[in-house]
Each structure stands twice: as structure tokens, then as C-alpha cells.
């Protein structure tokens, strides 16, 4: 059974668009990540949730909106796709008190 | 704040040679350390980690890394590489209570036959 998963694994799409990536998790871990990887390789933050709850937001355009509906779940909602969003997003999974994060397969947006 | 940095955004070597990566970092606070490899078009799996304890850690597929706190590092190492070892290579800090990875640029490990 995959820990960390993702989907889909590959979205493609235009330009103004809005979507969505789903993150499941079956670890039991109660906090959740999203982070981009851009073309570089370059890895960043951009979500952290605790127990369904925001609790780090770094500087990311608020047409991403992370939604977190249970401890084991935290989507992705990206409006008015614009060309600099394509990257490679990874969501991640840890128990608080254990640093160790475990990371999805990653989601390779492209947008045209 | 924290902070990581790899030297050498790319590093190639022969097969059944040394390998080292290098990983240098900056925290205020007592550091958790990371190393993650990442190969073409997958996601990071975790090779190793420093929390607390011994410094000498070791991991997956024969690597190990050394948390030495003067020197702020926390290089990579494996004593024979392989082939299958071609990858990318991240080194990542955090610390309790911090909700995030600071990852490092990367270090592409390319291994000649």
C-alpha cells in the first residue's frame, strides 16, 4: 500500500484554468505538506497543515488554496493557472514530534 | 532561521569510487538533518536522518553521514558507488516545531562506468 499518494501524476493544462491535486495519506500522521519543486530542482515550502489547521503559509499567491477536509487528506485548489506554476508539487506527511517527513510521488503540472 | 547548503550542484565519479556529497547548515536551534535521493521523474525517498544521539548515522543502500556540529556539516558518504546510485541528492534541515523542510539546491550524483 502506497504511504503518500498523489493524483494525478501528470496534469497538463492551458493557461486561466483552475484545478485541483488530491494527497492521501495512510500513515496515521496528523500534519500534512504541500511543497513545489520548480524546474531547477529547487525544492520549497508551501503548505503546512496540524490536524486539519493551517499552520504555515510561505508567501504563496492566494489562488493556491490548500483544503484539508480530515487529517488524512490535504488537496490542492490552484485557480487562473498562469505559466510559472508548472513545476512538480509534493505533498508530505509526519507525525508531530517525529521530524521525519515522507513525500508522495509528486504531481508534474504543466501549464500551456 | 535555518538554512542549507550543498556544494557542488553537480558531482560525477567512477563506479567503485568514494562517494561524497556535501552538506553545510546554519540553525539557531538544535538541528534535525536529512538526506533525501531523488531519481529522474520520482519522488524523495529518505536515505537517512540525525535527530538526537549518534552522530555517525547510517542509512539505506550503503550511505552514511556524520553530524558534526563545529563544523555545521553533514556530509553524504558511501565508501563504493554504483551505478544505480545516479540520482539527485537533497540534504534538508528542520527542527521541532518548525512545520517545514529547508531543503538544499541539490547535488546531482553522476557515475561513470
Known amino acids: 500500500d502506497t504511504a503518500v499518494s498523489q493524483t494525478p501524476k501528470y496534469l497538463v493544462t492551458q493557461m486561466g484554468n483552475d484545478k485541483s491535486i488530491k494527497c492521501e495519506q495512510n500513515?496515521?500522521?496528523?500534519?500534512m505538506y504541500w511543497y513545489k519543486q520548480d524546474s531547477k530542482k529547487f525544492l520549497k515550502i508551501m503548505f503546512s497543515?496540524?490536524?486539519?489547521?493551517?499552520?504555515i503559509n510561505e508567501t504563496v499567491p492566494n489562488r493556491f488554496s490548500p483544503k484539508s477536509p480530515d487529517k488524512a487528506h490535504l488537496n490542492l485548489h490552484i485557480n487562473s493557472l498562469e505559466l510559472g506554476d508548472s513545476a512538480v508539487y509534493f505533498c508530505?506527511?509526519?507525525?508531530?514530534?517525529?521530524?521525519?517527513?515522507?513525500f508522495g510521488p509528486g504531481t508534474r503540472l504543466l501549464v500551456l | 532561521a535555518q538554512s542549507v547548503t550543498q556544494l557542488g550542484s553537480h558531482v560525477s565519479v567512477s563506479e567503485g569510487a568514494l562517494v561524497l556529497l556535501r552538506c553545510n547548515y546554519s540553525?539557531?536551534?538544535?538541528?534535525?538533518l536529512f538526506w533525501y535521493v531523488q531519481y529522474p521523474n520520482q519522488g524523495l525517498q529518505l536515505l537517512l536522518k540525525?535527530?538526537?544521539?549518534?552522530?555517525l548515522v547510517k542509512g539505506i543502500n550503503g550511505f552514511e553521514a556524520e553530524f558534526k556540529k563545529s563544523e555545521t556539516s553533514f556530509h553524504l558518504t558511501k565508501p563504493s558507488a554504483h551505478m544505480s546510485d545516479a540520482a539527485e541528492y537533497f540534504c534538508?534541515?528542520?527542527?521541532?516545531?518548525?512545520?517545514?523542510?529547508?531543503f538544499g539546491t541539490g547535488t546531482r550524483l553522476k557515475v561513470l562506468a
Open positions: 540553525s539557531s536551534v538544535p538541528p534535525y
Open positions: 497543515y496540524n490536524n486539519k489547521e493551517l499552520i
Open positions: 500513515l496515521g500522521h496528523d500534519t
Open positions: 508530505a506527511s509526519s507525525l508531530v514530534g517525529s521530524e521525519t517527513q515522507y
Open positions: 534538508a534541515v528542520t527542527s521541532t516545531g518548525t512545520y517545514k523542510y529547508i
Open positions: 540525525y535527530t538526537t544521539g549518534a552522530t
